[in-house]
T-cell receptor, first 113, second 114 residues
Framework: AQSVTQLGSHVSVSEGALVLLRCNYS??????LFWYVQYPNQGLQLLLKYTTGATLVKGINGFEAEFKKSETSFHLTKPSAHMSDAAEYFCAVSEGNFNKFYFGSGTKLNVKP | ETGVTQTPRHLVMGMTNKKSLKCEQHLGHNAMYWYKQSAKKPLELMFVYNFKEQTENNSVPSRFSPECPNSSHLFLHLHTLQPEDSALYLC?????????????FGPGTRLTVT
């Protein structure tokens, strides 16, 4: 089975600073990788995904992530944090024809003024 | 309505009550999922339905009973729950059996068991 590790359950950055949220996965086959965001009292919203092709993936709200096979990583970045980015972020991996997802434990991003 | 909807958004029930959660997707998907999200725990996949057939049951206690009458609707019937069942229950949908597609989530039902 897959496992997904998100380093840091809480990350705090200043407004305008770089955002870096880390995600590592275990997989013996090329995975499909996703980042989701969850705002309070809401469901999960897709930020971006990697399936094949270009390893640098751009998503919504200025976020991007890079798939590094050698490091089994899919870290999420944003050059300049905004107050509205404060939320919880989940990394996920899917495999197989039944599209089963494995989620990380989440990272809460706090943005300080 | 668009996307994935869930009702009710909030539910408080006693341990002896019976209630149901409803999920509806308007995306033309054929796979639907129930997840449990508790504080300080990763998202837990509970059930998966593909083309109305249950394809996954992650050792969920029998006090949770899913029902999928068609590809657009998913229910979670609840009875004799425990306080530790209090959580946010999320429904999701996707194109089943298509590798690499994303799941679309509803807003969730916040369940409190008293």
């Amino acid at each position: 089975a897959q496992s997904v590790t998100q380093l840091g359950s809480h990350v705090s950055v200043s407004e305008g600073a770089l955002v870096l949220l880390r995600c590592n996965y275990s997989s013996s086959v090329p995975p499909y990788l996703f980042w989701y965001v969850q705002y309070p009292n809401q469901g999960l919203q897709l930020l971006l995904k990697y399936t094949t092709g270009a390893t640098l993936v751009k998503g919504i709200n200025g976020f991007e992530a890079e798939f590094k096979k050698s490091e089994t990583s899919f870290h999420l970045t944003k050059p300049s944090a905004h107050m509205s980015d404060a939320a919880e972020y989940f990394c996920a991996v899917s495999e197989g024809n039944f599209n089963k997802f494995y989620f990380g434990s989440g990272t809460k991003l706090n943005v300080k003024p | 309505e668009t996307g994935v909807t869930q009702t009710p958004r909030h539910l408080v029930m006693g341990m002896t009550n019976k209630k149901s959660l409803k999920c509806e997707q308007h995306l033309g998907h054929n796979a639907m999922y129930w997840y449990k999200q508790s504080a300080k725990k990763p998202l837990e996949l509970m059930f998966v339905y593909n083309f109305k057939e249950q394809t996954e049951n992650n050792s969920v206690p029998s006090r949770f009973s899913p029902e999928c009458p068609n590809s657009s609707h998913l229910f979670l019937h609840l009875h004799t729950l425990q306080p530790e069942d209090s959580a946010l229950y999320l429904c999701a949908s996707s194109h089943g059996r298509t590798p690499g597609v994303e799941q679309y989530f509803g807003p969730g039902t916040r369940l409190t068991v008293t």
